[in-house]
């Protein structure tokens, strides 16, 4: 965010481009202009990745090689939530064997704050400690093991102080990362007033670790002259490049960040991957030498930041059928220790109150409590998912309130004609779509006649309980921080007719690179493999904003896209006046690896090697860049009103469940899932991109439980206490549909919709059909309580409180 | 060091590591072979798997097993096989071919090791075909954690990979190279050490002159203390090549019949005894760990390294097992519930070894029931874990045997409940009675895995279901997931 381009010039030359044909009249993602090929836009292909994953060529950050004499880092990390650093002696830590070089926060010669929107992320503890796996130092060795062990031979005098680990209690002090923001719209006071009934709830909202399977790791090699080359697992290389570059006190151009892959990100590489390449920076200026730094498990647990835990509330007014008139939301986030990305998070958990329903005349305040953990950070939904929990909760407590099914209720409060402005002041512009949507997998996973046989089974089961919930999501696809909805590219076209595209999105496993592919082959009428990226690096495609907020696709494919259609229009230009007979200019067109132009007997066909060459041949340049800035959106924080998203991404899933109520265990026993996804850039991607989401939902609500103990140490650091859905976890009836015939009622890429985070949200079909095998422990007349992660443990202490409760 | 000699797809290889060496380690810095992937060095998630072939005999298949946690001199005259080696130029093995078709791969880091994994049940089911159901197919995923898919291609692809053609490589059946690790005579208590033996007679003799060296077979709890801990292991005794710990003899010991079960017995291969006899037990070690540690991991690792939250001990106990420790001087028999003294202290004498475990028979009228309670169904450490036998004769509760894991500093067992129930009538008010007893005598703790008042909570649960087993045995008292 502080990687500051003048967007005016660009921008406004992109927005008038696009002024003419904003809503509605932009091709197909399914019309392929080659049919001969079924591998471009639109059409299924394989990760391009694919057969280096399953030969185990493609390359991590570990498996790089590096000089002989490469070093290897291990970190330092407090053992104390918070305190202060009164003596670090780290004299035999120099002396131990295998050991080049160490340094501390006084060792760096650039900035020591690492932030990365606002201050407060030290590189090093200085005095401070805030939270336990703060780093205090760093060892450069001969051997990854020297460099552990040596680390473990420190001595610190550290003054204790009691950490502040309790969210609300942090609110209530007013500790608080960032200022409080609020969402006003209609006299929400005045509507809870005159309400006929008022209907209140609260919810704890565990966070979660990202478990990337690849952890944070980077290599640093000195460069020429004062610079470094940094190869980091990262979702946003110019940030890294700009902290770098801060850290060193050297110009930006000094630094250059490459991303091939990662091995996972889900948001925990957006932010949290750059202070390992700052310290990795830092010792290859100092030694000279090729540096490697990796995070085993454990330690990247605990110094990474995860998932906000959030605290929510809600009181609403609703009126006899169970429709919301207004109300207030209060969401506290909690944010750990510094602000890092929190003012966005909870600024989009409090755009996600609402998920698909009207919350009338309301107001939604969002605070940013600080406290002494990990500073949470971007996760998949970015508070998203957590806004929208308390309203589902919501949503199922007044359906008990008026003993309607929580279907019935979650419909009759959908966004609908009349009633389809946000809190925020944005219209919902495809109410329509969620309501045939929601009809469609009413229908298709037969919700009512499952309702029925569920109750006849519950009521005759007194141990075995079943539950069952049809949850929605819509979800607004933007960066909130209007300034990063900008993307760049870089087309080449090398004289074999072959092409290189470099874009500033990151690959992730998310299937970035192959849609980005597939839209240059489309537009250029090749094959795809006639494209191929190298990676993403930070002096091809400069100033670039993260991979995140769903946005990958969205920004860096219309870069490549426009890139691609300016080089086809200068390739045409040049034909028209090139070719001697010649071509007409109008009609020309790049189809199956030719150029054609003219049609019936006047049809002249060019091969695009052919093409490629005469036109560099004739000093026509084969290179082009592109450049994409979303319009239309902005949003006012003063008045908390505005237009923050360009269009909603929905979709819905129902969720059934069986638990035992003697022992919590649980089992999922179907899901559906009807998807939103425009008109569908890669099916095969895209369905990927549902499941995975949805299960890493799943995981989040159930079995991803992070502890911590009282002293604030977290306690489940790894894969042994810290469980993440396994292949057993995967519904024995798993029905997933991408909904067809819905194209983008915007002007996005080929009137596609973003995929990236909006399905992680089906998951909450899972927990809310759990509380309603429970409540049926009370004939459904009692909501209860269920905190998340609903662990067998809160499921088995719910089903107790709730059957005190029908007492 | 010492010097290992195996085959590595295909290739005969002849490395000198340090005993603490792993596979991974050996894999990915000594050999430069970076296509294994270390995802946490804890054995939990599986991006490591490779697969190890332990016979000559063409009948025997490839296991799969965790690189990051397998000692690297364990190979020694193995077949070790990783995913570099699976394709025959640029044709794809049907493993990798089904990955790529079905879309299983995403950011691929987990991919080579579930590749592996799926290596695995190609290479069983091209020998042995058998129905591959959903529990089939979870017990040989169910190690591989994937962050991205969601499973669902993955699944796709184990079932497609069937279909596709194969022609086995030359290597396949390859014979192994038959060395084994020198055993050290002379006594330097201090100088690095690993040693193989392959009698009893020599494991006891080396263990009495290495009375700091660990003891190592499977190696899943042990590795950790290095790749966690940073513990330097320089003295390992692998017990995995000794004759005497690998057998499963039927015997009769006590006026009881039964098995004689071998310490180095791993978990899949006592699987076949338990489907049988005590299909309880057997259904309990589909949630033992994954199938790279079943494959791996003893029945004797799990008794001597005396955790409370060992998964085999309070079954063990509940069918009143016996534990034979030997020395170089002899053996002695004691039943295992009194092997465990207190949290991580066992009977066993410093020179001693845990050689075998007697498993009684259970009498025709007796049932066993296993329940374990974790947060993930699969591949998770219990927070509970009750074993009940008893038998049930004219509406009375007879041979009641309990014990818990989770619940104390050792598995125990739950006497004051048992007496509670011995020789009652089966009523409500007998299991209120032993429900009371098991409040009085544990008090559980409050750890990552659940606090004091679940374990306390689900543990009395577990008595009412079993009393709505035997008094309501119509009626639907468990989920069909955790069911048997």
Known sequence: MRTLTRLDADSHRARRELHDHIQGSGPLARHTVDSQSQRQAGSTSFHESAHKHVTGKAAYIDDIKTPADALHVALGLSLVAHGTLTKLDLEAVRQAPGVIDVITFDDVPGHTDIGPVFPGDPIFVDREISYAGQCLFAVAATTLQAARRAVKLARLDIDEHPASLDPVAATEREEFVRPTHVQERGDWQATLEQASQHIEGELFIGGQEHFYLEGQACIVLPSEDEGVIVHTSNQHPSETQKLVAEVLGIPFHAVTVEVRRMGGGFGGKETQASPWACMAALFARRTGKAIRLRLPRSEDTRATGKRHPFHNRYQLAVDHQGVIEGGEITLIGDCGYSPDLSDAIVDRAMFHADNAYSLGNARVTGHRAKTHTASNTAFRGFGGPQGMMIIEAAMDDIARRVGEDPLTIRKRNFYRQGRDITHYGQRVDQTQLLHTLVDTLEHSSDYWSRREAITAFNAASPIIKKGLALTPVKFGISFTAQHLNQAGALLHVYTDGSIMINHGGTEMGQGLHTKICQVVARELGLDLDSVRISATRTDKVPNTSPTAASSGADLNGMAARDAASKLRGRLFDFAAEHYSEGLDREGMRLEDGMLIAGIGESERRIPWGELVQTAYLNRISLSEKGFYATPLIYYDRATGQGRPFYYYAFGAAVGEVSVDTLTGEYQVDRVDILHDVGDSLNPAIDMGQVEGGFIQGLGWLTSEELKWNDNGMLISDGPATYKIPTFGDLPPIFNVELLEGHPNSMASLYRSKAVGEPPFMLGICVWSALRDALSSLTGYQVSPHLDTPATPERVMLAANAIRQKAL | ?484
């Open chain 2, 1 to 484: 060091m010492a010097t290992i000699e195996f085959l590595l797809n295909g290739t005969p290889r002849q490395c000198d590591v340090p005993p603490d060496t792993s596979i991974l380690t050996l894999l990915r810095d000594h050999l430069g072979m970076t296509g294994t992937k270390e995802g946490c060095a804890s054995g939990d998630c599986g991006a490591c798997t490779v697969a190890i072939r332990n016979r000559s005999d063409a009948g025997s298949c490839f296991q799969s097993v965790n690189a990051c946690i397998t000692p690297a001199h364990q190979l020694n005259s193995r077949h070790l096989v990783t995913v570099e080696g699976l394709a025959q130029g640029n044709q794809l093995h049907p493993a990798q071919q089904a990955m790529v078709e079905c879309h299983g791969s995403q950011c691929g880091f987990c991919t080579p090791g579930i590749v592996m994994s799926l290596f695995t049940l190609h290479t069983t089911q091209q020998r042995r075909p058998t129905p591959l159901t959903p529990e089939r197919l979870e017990a040989v995923l169910g190690g591989n954690l994937c962050r991205c898919t969601g499973y669902r291609p993955i699944r796709d692809a184990a079932l497609e990979m069937q279909s596709l053609p194969w022609q086995p490589p030359q290597w396949f059946d390859a014979s192994l190279p038959a060395t084994s690790v020198s055993n050290p005579d002379r006594i330097d208590e201090n100088a690095s050490l690993f040693a193989q033996p392959s009698t009893l007679d020599e494991l006891t003799r080396v263990r009495r002159r290495y009375p700091n060296a660990r003891l190592v077979a499977g190696a899943t709890d042990l590795w950790l203390e290095n790749t966690q801990r940073l513990v330097e292991l320089d003295q390992l005794i692998d017990v995995t090549r000794v004759d005497e710990l690998r057998r499963i003899e039927e015997a009769s010991f006590q006026g009881q019949s039964g098995w004689w079960v071998g310490a180095g017995v791993t978990y899949t291969q006592l699987e076949p005894l338990l489907e049988p006899h005590f299909p309880a037990f057997a259904h309990l070690l589909h949630r033992l760990g994954s199938q790279q540690i079943r494959n791996t991991g003893t029945i004797g690792g799990n008794i001597a390294n005396a955790s409370p939250i060992g998964d085999t001990p309070p079954v063990l106990q509940a069918l009143d097992a016996w534990v034979e420790l030997a020395n170089a001087d002899g053996s002695r028999q004691i039943p295992l519930s009194t092997f465990f003294i207190d949290y991580k202290k066992t009977a066993l004498a410093a020179d001693e070894v845990v050689s075998r475990v007697f498993i009684p028979k259970l009498a025709d009228t007796a049932t066993l029931r296993v329940w374990k309670l974790s947060k993930r169904r699969e591949d998770d450490i219990s927070a509970v874990l009750g074993a009940f036998c008893y038998r049930l004769e004219a509406g009375v509760m007879l041979d009641v045997r309990i014990a818990f894991g989770g619940m104390a500093a050792t598995p125990k067992r739950a006497l004051a409940t048992e007496k509670a129930l011995e020789g009652k009538p089966l009523s409500k008010t007998s299991f209120q009675a032993a429900q009371q007893a098991l409040d009085d005598e544990f008090t559980p703790m409050s750890d990552v895995r659940g606090s004091q008042l679940y374990r306390q909570q689900a543990a009395r649960n577990l008595l009412e279901r079993l009393y709505l087993t035997l008094f309501a045995p119509n009626q639907e008292v468990m989920l069909h997931a955790y069911a048997h």
